[in-house]
């Protein structure tokens, strides 16, 4: 049962992920993060009382839970796995672009703003980032690529994504998120051609 004090907490964690993407970890104080989740102003060291790491390692939890969901969506619904890497990619672009090139990939924003600082954010971030090679790698070697091999562009197709990411941040422009699904599929394609995989 979700009880009032899971809501509250809840809300935290999507508006310090929300605010992080927008202003960065180090431009979100706790204060924002409260009057952004209309949460009392003693919620969040209730919920989370080593303050601003905690809730930092709550919202980038979220963070690789929603895009997990995505990639889990695109691979049940994708005829391919280099279908579905587009329809990601393709995603995001959209993501990225409807908010008027503000929102990006809050894990990356934490890890190059705190991974030399905190090692509990470190180690948040590069959690979140295994969560999304994993079923990457899984959904590759369901196409035929072998598991090395699979492990390999899995790190080589988030790693492409994130950088995508922030240069379409800072051209304002999707275009870069569009090639690299252009690139990202073709490389998929090859690599399950070169293995065998049909399916």
Known sequence: ???KGDLTKARLAESMLELIQTSGYSGTGLNAVIDHAAAPKGSVYFHFPDGKEGLGVAAVDLAAKQFESLIAEA??????????ARAVIEALATIVGESDYRLGCPVSVVTLEMGAESERLRQACASAFESWIAPTAALLETGGVEPAQARTLATVVVSTIEGAVIVSRATRSTQPLHAAADVVADLVDRSRQSAGGTR
């Open 1 to 3: 049962m979700t009880t």
């Open 75 to 84: 691979a049940a619904s994708a005829g391919s796995p280099a279908a579905a």
